[in-house]
């Protein structure tokens, strides 16, 4: 009885640390997107740039952002940008994508995937 209770307490301890690698911090997240600044405005008054506004994109449908002249990959991708579907594209957006005109090669840290999402999630709806 105490072997399984302590197989529990452990199983229990290996939960919150998941939870905990899993944890999202937006401040973080802010200084991910300086990678994305480059190409991609966020914000009130954010204009289209070399990549659309990212204001809003979490569970907006890929290609759909007004004035903005989307690939036909992400057009037709029938994607809807939702956490699941960020993070596989963010980590290689070619791969999740075939065809998409984004050059980005990705970002390599689970960490910085989850932040960076964190933080465009900050940014729910279009402010201008």
């Not at 070619?94 to 910085?112: C, E, I, N």
């Amino acid at each position: 009885m105490k072997s399984a209770f302590m197989g529990l307490a452990a199983l229990a301890g290996l939960g919150f640390s998941a939870q905990a690698a899993l944890a999202q911090d937006a401040a973080a997240g802010e200084k991910v997107f300086l990678k994305c600044k480059v190409c991609h405005q966020i914000g009130e008054n954010a204009k289209n740039s070399v990549g659309p506004v990212l204001t809003g994109v979490v569970g907006r449908p890929a290609g759909t952002y007004p004035g903005y002249t989307y690939s036909d990959a992400n057009k037709n991708s029938g994607l809807t940008w939702d956490e699941a579907t960020l993070t596989v594209y963010l980590k290689n957006p070619k791969a999740k994508v075939p065809g998409t005109k984004m050059t980005f090669p990705g970002l390599p840290s689970d960490d910085d995937i989850a932040n960076v999402i964190a933080y465009l999630k900050t940014f729910s709806t279009k402010t201008n």
